[in-house]
């Protein structure tokens, strides 16, 4: 499936500490982390390359989700023609190389992702 919509293995909270969050990108094979809270409204996104810059600066596995995430991600808007959507996938994966891109609604609430991955077996099958 192309749109993924169990999010359990991309999603934290912003208090999550270092510790745990490198433990779920491991586990999702993307490469990602969503910051979420409660509400689960996207605050931000951290990728593997995030996690090497926090350490460089001095962060530790204690360091929490909120102080190392990128708040400058690519997402799109949820709506019923999902052919647009895929087509907006691609020119976000093909312009910004993104292993994962969320998809919300206007409050920024998350709904699903669409992966790296997932888009290239969907293209390739």
Do not use: C, W
């Not at 293995?9 to 993307?30: A, F, G, W």
């Not at 891109?101 to 099958?125: A, E, F, G, M, W």
């Amino acid at each position: 499936m192309l749109i993924e919509k169990d999010l359990s293995k991309y999603i934290i909270l912003s208090h999550t500490p270092i510790s745990v969050l490198v433990e779920k990108i491991v586990e999702n094979k993307d490469r990602t982390v969503l910051v979420v809270n409660e509400a689960k409204i996207l605050l931000g996104v951290i990728t593997e390359g995030d996690l090497i810059r926090a350490y460089v600066r001095g962060n530790t596995l204690h360091t929490i989700a909120v102080d190392i995430m990128t708040t400058n991600y690519k997402s799109i808007l949820d709506y019923p023609n999902r052919k647009e959507q895929e087509a907006q996938a691609r020119e976000i994966f093909k312009e910004y190389a993104v292993p994962l891109i969320p998809i919300i609604d206007v409050n920024k609430k998350l709904l699903s992702v669409i992966s790296l991955r997932n888009y290239i077996r969907h293209i390739i099958l």
